[in-house]
């Protein structure tokens, strides 16, 4: 009869599994997605059990320019291939099936950020990111009369942005110019 873990060593173990069958960078925001979307623990065994592992060493924050990424530590790694075996092997599978169907959608949302602040008098602005390998490749601000005009523009960030992407770098490049030098005058000619 298994012996399967519970409370606390539970809740880390069962984060540990999880971000390591995402196998990518992870905001915070989505392991805690992961665990409320599985049903397997409240926000605030998630919050105690996050601090506790990364000042344990089992999680790694990695500043990134999403902003912390987390992933699953060497120690991290032989904690879980020691107790792995503790979570039902249910709660194992689910969340598998979790990271395998959520992967692309979680890295596009560490690459395609959004965020907008009010301003005085109403106006919102609007902060647009697009990173690629831990580097902004884009970055745009923009301000907006309205909240509506503000969600609209975040809401569509995703679908739009390599469209914009290339439009402005096709047109700052300014198609059909290239990085040669300029052709040598007459007077250099003459020189040769």
């Known amino acids: 009869m298994p012996i399967f873990a519970r409370g606390v060593p539970k809740n880390k173990l069962t984060i540990l599994y999880f971000a390591r069958s995402a196998n990518i960078d992870l905001m915070r925001e989505q392991l805690y997605r992961a665990m409320v979307e599985n ?7 998630f919050q105690s059990a996050m601090y506790e592992m990364e000042e344990d060493g089992l999680l790694a924050a990695i500043p990134r320019a999403f902003g ?4 699953i530590t060497a120690p991290g790694e032989s904690t879980l291939a020691m107790f792995e075996e503790s979570l039902p092997f249910s709660l ?4 598998s099936a979790y ?3 959520a992967r692309e959608s979680m890295r596009l949302e560490t690459q395609l950020l959004t965020s907008m602040e009010e301003l005085y008098g109403g106006a919102y602005r609007v902060h647009l990111k697009a990173v ?3 580097d902004v490749v884009l970055d745009i601000e923009m301000k907006l009369a309205s909240r509506s005009m503000a969600k609209r523009v975040r ?3 995703e679908r ?3 469209e914009i992407y290339s439009f402005l770098l096709k047109k700052l490049l300014l198609t059909g110019e290239t990085d040669e ?6 007077e250099e000619k003459g020189d040769q």
């Open 132 to 134: 690629e390998q831990n």
């Open 68 to 71: 912390q990424g987390y992933r």
């Open 39 to 45: 049903d397997c623990m409240s926000y605030f065994d």
């Open 99 to 101: 990271a395998e169907a």
């Open 92 to 95: 194992r599978q689910r969340l």
């Open 155 to 157: 809401r569509n960030w």
């Open 181 to 186: 030098e300029e052709p040598p005058s007459e």
């Open 160 to 162: 739009a942005s390599e």
